[in-house]
């Protein structure tokens, strides 16, 4: 269906992740967010927010307190590669 998702019979649910402008969003793990925070001297607190009710948040099932990688690609930049930390407000 092409980034529809049937919910029931008159509803329709809407996949973000497939949404061209929407970048790829990855939970990333204990190893993952240890190696980051060390590589940067910095606590998850201080990266750059992402809320919680974000519908690509929402998606990935990530909770309040993960750090989520986020892929964007593009023609001129290439790959960039984005960090955020889920919050509930």
Known sequence: ???LLA???NEIEIDVLS???VPEHIILG????????DKYNIIPEQLP???KNDPAVKAINAKEGDVVKLIRKSITAG???????VVKK
């Open 30 to 37: 204990e190893k993952e967010i240890k190696e980051l925070m």
């Open 19 to 21: 949404h061209r402008f």
């Open 49 to 51: 927010k992402l809320l």
């Open 7 to 9: 919910k029931e019979e």
């Open 79 to 85: 790959v960039t590669t984005y960090y955020r930390f």
């Open 1 to 3: 269906m092409g980034g």
